[in-house]
Each structure stands twice: as C-alpha cells, then as structure tokens.
C-alpha cells in the first residue's frame, strides 16, 4: 500500500513514517526478533517505508538489518543517528528505568563520524542510510564541523541526506553555512510544540521536520494508565501518578472528538500534526500492527477549516501538568 507522500528537503517519504525505538525494550516488554520483524513487516506493508533508528538504540539497527534481508534497498528510507553514547556504557535498553539525557555522553566529533556511520551501515546491513544525523548538537564541537563531516559522508556515498536531531534554529542556521541540510527530527505533538524560530527556518529554508514522539509516547492515544517495571515511562514526569491522572481528565474532549470524527485518538493527533506544515512527517512507533496500520491511515485525513479550529479550542484548553521530555 502506498501513502500520500511529502518531501524532507528533496526526499520523498510517506506522510508518516515509523519510529524503531520502540521495539527495544525501552517500553515495557523486552526487544522480540520476531515480534521487531512483525512490526516492521506491517509498517513497510502499510506504507510506512521512512524507517528512523539509532546507533543508541540497542538492537534497532540490527532489527532493521534483519528485516531487510532479502528485500529491496528501494523498499524503504532509513534513518539513523549517531553520537549518544549510553554512560557509562550500558546499552539503553538495559539501563535503570530511572535515567535522563544526563545519563548520556554527546560525542559528534568530527573524526568520529566515518566510524559511527561504517558501524551503523554494518548493523543495517546497506550500502547507505537515506538521512544521518547527530542524535544532539554536541556542545564541544561546533556544528559547522559535526555538518560538515556528514556532508563528507554525501560525497562518500555512504548518506543521501545530512540531517539534524534535536537542533535550535541557530544550530540549523549555522549547519547550513556549511551544508544543505534536508531534515531536523525534533520532538512535536498536540502537547509538547516545535520551537517556533525552528520551524519558521524550515520552512524558509526548505527543509523537512521529522517529527518525534508524535503520540506523546502513548498518551495522545488515550487512556494511558500507569507504567511500571523496565517502562522508561516511569520516569516521565507528565505520564506518572497525579500527573497522568489529571491529564487524562483534561485530553478526554479531545478523545471524544476523535470519537466522533470515527478516528482514534492517536490518529487524530497525527492529523493535527500532519495539518500543521506540509513539511512534517510524524514517526510514530508501535508494536502492534493493528495499531501501525491505523496510525499509516492517519496520513489520508484531512480536516476542514471548522474542524481545526474546534479542535484548536480544545487544544488551547488543554494545559498538561509535569514535564515530558
Ligand atoms: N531524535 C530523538 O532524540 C528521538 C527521541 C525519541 C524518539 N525518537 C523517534 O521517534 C519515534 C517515536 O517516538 P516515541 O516512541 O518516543 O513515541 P510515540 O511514537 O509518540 O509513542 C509510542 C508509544 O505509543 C503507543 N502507540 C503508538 N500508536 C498507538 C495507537 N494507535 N494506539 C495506542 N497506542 C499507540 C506505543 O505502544 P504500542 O507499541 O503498544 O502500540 C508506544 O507505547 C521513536 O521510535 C524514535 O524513532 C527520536
């Protein structure tokens, strides 16, 4: 099946893609071979054939890799990223579920950058990934240099397309300087908003917004209870204890809305972002393939000038307590 598609920068992806991180335990079932295979199997089939990772995502590479054997490279886009370095050297997937970015090294020295992608390319089993980007600025390189041996990479063959993850308008702007640079991956849904001066230079500058955790990591799919055990959810502020409690009284009108629009709420919050910009491309990551297929459908909604701004009204009203990032 194919999706309507939208451009990063000059590569044509579905509207939705698929977010790999998910099938690595991170959430609250350990990583399953077969069950990555049944995931990504049911994405690619869906149309969801932009397939983001990371070099920090423990076996997600290696899933993907699997996955593609015996299939066309031109099947898929990939994407992956490269300098988070799990500290002090634990893979992600098995570290306490009480960790935060600070648990992590930044390492996109330029020197480095070859290597990562070579190791990345091997787990992937490819001859080269679609969009390669630093997993974050790395506040002792300047990013001219981190962009600059991407671009490397582009004229090595090895990447189509240098790509920024979690970038400021100014890291993107400076980035430029020294390279195009077709996408920013940054973290965008109906309750956590994009940097405005971010997406204002996007859309100037032609470049495409890859936008993650746009389900609110569950939440924005309605009726999230509590998380526990090894469910790095744990250790969210916004979707634990009174916290979640409060914000799911205060998301049911939109759940309700998508009700009665007959979408699910997850849906209804891939629509809203895809509304957004027509430079957006949500990767929302599921196990399910019930579940992937109805977030790839999320892609063929189009909602009127009444039905945003109702829905508009209810997203003003809807105010999350605690922190999500
Ligand atoms: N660049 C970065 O720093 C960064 C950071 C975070 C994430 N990412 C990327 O963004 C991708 C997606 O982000 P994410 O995993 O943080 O959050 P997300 O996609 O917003 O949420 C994933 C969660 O939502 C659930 N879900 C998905 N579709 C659903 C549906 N239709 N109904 C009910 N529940 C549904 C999944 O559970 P089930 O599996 O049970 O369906 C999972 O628990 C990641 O895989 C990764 O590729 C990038």
Known sequence: MSLPVRSLGGLTVPAVGYGSMVLIGTYDTPADEAGANTALAAAVDAGCTLLDTSDVYGPSELQIGAFLRGRRRDEVQISTKFGLKPFPGEPVHRLPVRWSVDDFRINAEPRLVRAYCERSLTRLGVDHVDLYQPHFTDPEVPIEETAGAVADLVAAGLVRHVALSNPTADDLRRAQTVTPVAAVQVQWSMWHPIDPALLARCEETDVGVV?????????????LTATGGHDFRANVQRLTGDNLTANNAAYAPI????????????????????????????????????????????????????????????????VPVGDVS
């Open 211 to 223: 936008a993650y955790s746009p389900i609110g990591r569950g939440f924005l799919a309605g009726g």
């Open 255 to 318: 759940v309700a809305l998508a009700d009665e629009w007959g979408l699910t709420p997850a849906q209804l919050a891939l629509a809203w972002l895809l509304d957004q910009t027509p430079s957006v491309v949500p990767i929302p990551g599921s196990r399910d393939p019930g579940r992937i297929r109805q977030n790839a459908a999320a892609a063929e909604v189009t909602l009127s000038l009444t039905d945003r701004e109702r829905l508009g009204s209810l997203l003003a009203a809807f």
